[in-house]
């Protein structure tokens, strides 16, 4: 039997559906576009894709490698939640700027739910994660080619 064809012995685990969402920017993911060459005035080096699961837009974010928690969570409160409004549940990488206690404390404070996805599965957040690793190669080809 050739090795494709065998099994891995692995059992497939049961996914959890996300939640669809009943308006806008009610449900968003987020997630980083990392390894790029600093640019711009501040010299980013990051992108911070927020990713609205009702109307598929996307808003990038130019943010630092060394950005800390609170920095990416006044980011997001300036530039996102005070143009969409309060969102119901945020769905995230295991980060560890997004698993910190600032996070955790803020979304409770909120009464709001922050989920975490497992990197690169389709499941778990297969329209959201389709669309940030196109967005990621168009900033990788547009910075290849200005830069």
Known sequence: MPKAQKSTGKRLVNMIKVQEPSRPWEIFHMDWVTGLPPGGEKSY?????????????????????????????????????????????????????????????????????????????PHTDDIAERMIQTLEDMVRIFCAYVL
């Open 45 to 121: 080096n990051y992108f911070l894709v927020i990713f609205d699961r009702f109307s598929r837009t996307p808003i990038l974010l130019p943010c630092h490698k060394d950005d800390t928690a609170m920095d990416i969570a006044l980011l997001i409160w300036n530039r996102v939640v005070s143009w969409t409004g309060i969102f119901k549940s945020l769905i995230s990488p295991r980060y560890h700027k997004f698993t910190s206690a600032l996070w955790k404390n803020l979304h409770q404070l909120l009464g709001k739910n922050l989920s975490f996805s497992t990197a690169y599965h």
